[in-house]
């Protein structure tokens, strides 16, 4: 279908993840209000997918302490998009179906040391609590995504060889997720990786949906985006303004930003749906919350050519 170094969609989904990812790693504890505001203004743009919670430990990470609460908040907006639930183990799936999410995504890690520290458990012992989860889930009619953490590289192990995460695929994939996520936690991937990852997952199963999540933690996001487009992935994910980062991962800075993401799609005539001027001033309105600017280009520069 795709001639290599073309893209091979006319249009992606673009998940926004600021609610979740973009905020847990913040000193600043957003409240419950601003939380509902950031959300509404994401919906407002277009973007139709969002990561709005997790459903973890709020001693571990007291930045979604209020995860009910705001997905009571964003349920009771009309025509909201959908709302998705990060899930770690058996209690956070059980918080996350309670709260009656549109879609949970369930995270296992690619290195057993980083697996340990962030969850409390081993690769092994995840993949079956990710295995019984995703039934669950589909018993009770709730999408499921799993994204396979660290899955470029692990900041405790180093290099993550490719083929343990398509092995992490593999034995994902008799308990049939909607869709699998590649996720460059800490931001050291390069295109190559994209290129294989993806590729070998289409290998083990052609018609998986496949998405990525990319940091830009050493400046190689928007490269790793344009890969993952070439190679025919059908969702990214990434966060206004830039902000991000995983608590439990040193040195681990903010997601792709998505007005970049979309500045870069748009500009190549691939369709994202979202309008850009609303991402650009909810990333300065997002800035104003925490206390310090958004890191994207489009945020500086503004978008071009310039609005009329
Ligand atoms: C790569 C990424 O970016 S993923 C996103 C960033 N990372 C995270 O959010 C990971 C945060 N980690 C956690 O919250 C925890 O490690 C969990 C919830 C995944 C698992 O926790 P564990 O330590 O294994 O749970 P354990 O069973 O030992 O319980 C410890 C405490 O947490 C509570 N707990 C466990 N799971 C949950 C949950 N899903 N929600 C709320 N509380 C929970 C337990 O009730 C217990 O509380 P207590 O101390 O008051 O008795």
Redesign the pocket.
Same mark, same amino acid.
Request: overall charge positive; some cysteine; charged content about 15%.
């Given at each position: 279908m795709t001639t290599e170094g073309q893209h091979a969609a006319r249009r992606v989904e673009l998940i926004e993840v600021s609610p979740r990812?973009g905020i !847990?790693n913040e000193k600043v504890v957003l409240s419950t209000d601003d939380k509902l505001e950031l959300l509404r203004r994401i919906h407002a743009a277009g973007l139709r997918r969002t990561e709005a919670t997790?459903?973890?430990? $709020?001693?571990?990470?007291p930045q979604?302490a209020d995860a009910e609460a705001v997905m009571a908040g964003a349920r009771a907006e009309p025509g909201h998009a959908a709302l998705i639930g990060?899930?770690? %183990?058996q209690?956070?799936f059980d918080?996350a179906r309670a709260a009656r999410c549109d879609e949970i995504n369930v995270?296992v890690?690619a290195s057993e040391t980083f697996s340990r520290k %962030? !969850?409390? *458990?081993g690769i092994a012992d995840m993949v079956a609590a990710a295995s019984a989860i995703l039934a669950q889930s589909r018993e009770a009619g709730i999408p499921a995504s799993v994204t396979i /953490?660290a899955a470029f590289g692990c900041p405790f192990e180093g290099e993550v060889p490719a083929a343990k995460v398509l092995g992490l695929v593999e034995s994902l994939l008799p308990a049939r997720p909607d869709e699998i996520a590649f /996720?460059d936690?800490i931001g050291c991937g390069v295109p190559t990786q994209v290129r294989e990852l993806l590729a070998g997952a289409k290998a083990l199963d052609a018609g998986m949906r496949l998405r990525c999540h990319f940091h830009n933690t050493r400046s190689t996001a928007l490269a790793n985006v344009l890969a993952a487009v070439e190679a025919g992935v059908h969702a990214l994910d990434s966060s206004i303004g830039g902000f991000g980062g995983? $608590?439990? *991962?040193p040195a681990a800075t903010g997601n792709v930003a998505t007005e970049d993401v979309v500045y870069l799609l748009e500009r190549m005539g691939i369709d994202t749906g979202v309008d850009l001027q609303m991402l650009i001033d909810t990333a300065g309105w997002l800035g104003d919350r925490l206390g310090h600017p958004p890191m994207s280009g489009l945020a500086r520069a503004g978008r071009f050519p310039a609005a009329a």
């Open positions: 990812d !847990q997790s459903f973890v430990s $709020p001693k571990r990470v979604m990060l899930v770690l %183990n209690a956070g918080r995270v890690v %962030n !969850q409390g *458990a /953490a /996720a936690t995983c $608590p439990f *991962a």
